[in-house]
């Protein structure tokens, strides 16, 4: 998925959380505040990529990250999200509640657009297996707005 796709998608996850009251938090939350939490995170997980757009700007992190692991594969896995919550919920992070809600809410939309294209993300890595919904065959930012567009208007019918 294109980085513009992954904010589209992003964006529209946040708009049907906060529309379909899914989760208190963002339900209650300031749009401001969830959108731009969404939006924080919404490419973090290709940060094990240099070459994404996270990537080259913070290369420092993401060659050891990839040379480590490769890409997708820690980062676009349930064992860091529940890593990420566990850290979250023990540590005093001076952030709004529904900003961290969004922030989540970024992280996890990211890994599930990845999960719409064939290559599918291994999502209980370190087991290899990787999941897929392939619904986006190749980068098409076309379908990937489409996407995005038909989400924020089932989220509107809220
Ligand atoms: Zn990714």
Same mark, same amino acid.
């Given at each position: 998925?294109?980085?513009?796709?992954?904010?589209?998608?992003?964006?529209?996850?946040?708009?049907?959380?906060?529309?379909?009251?899914? &989760? %208190?938090?963002?339900?209650? =939350?300031?749009?401001? @505040?969830? $959108?731009?939490?969404? #939006?924080?995170?919404?490419?973090? *997980?290709?940060?094990?990529?240099?070459?994404?757009?996270?990537?080259?700007?913070?290369?420092?992190?993401?060659?050891?990250?990839?040379?480590?692991?490769?890409?997708?594969?820690?980062?676009?896995?349930?064992?860091?999200?529940?890593?990420?919550?566990?850290?979250?919920?023990?540590?005093?992070?001076?952030?709004?509640?529904?900003? &961290? %809600?969004?922030?989540?809410? =970024?992280?996890?939309? @990211?890994? $599930?657009?990845?999960? #719409?294209?064939?290559?599918?993300? *291994?999502?209980?890595?370190?087991?290899?297996?990787?999941?897929?919904?392939?619904?986006?065959?190749?980068?098409?930012?076309?379908?990937?707005?489409?996407?995005?567009?038909?989400?924020?208007?089932?989220?509107?019918?809220?």
């Amino acid at each position: 998925m294109t980085t513009e796709g992954h904010i589209c998608f992003a964006i529209s996850n946040i708009i049907l959380i906060k529309k379909t009251k899914l &989760i %208190y938090f963002i339900t209650s =939350g300031d749009w401001w @505040h969830v $959108i731009l939490g969404s #939006l924080a995170t919404c490419l973090l *997980p290709d940060i094990d990529h240099p070459k994404s757009f996270i990537g080259k700007r913070f290369k420092w992190l993401s060659i050891p990250i990839y040379k480590l692991f490769g890409h997708r594969s820690l980062t676009h896995s349930l064992l860091l999200i529940i890593i990420m919550m566990i850290y979250i919920s023990i540590s005093k992070i001076n952030v709004p509640i529904d900003v &961290i %809600y969004a922030m989540v809410i =970024g992280y996890i939309s @990211h890994i $599930i657009a990845d999960m #719409l294209t064939p290559a599918g993300i *291994p999502l209980f890595w370190p087991y290899s297996k990787k999941f897929s919904i392939p619904i986006i065959k190749k980068s098409n930012i076309r379908l990937e707005r489409l996407i995005s567009i038909i989400i924020i208007i089932y989220a509107m019918q809220y």
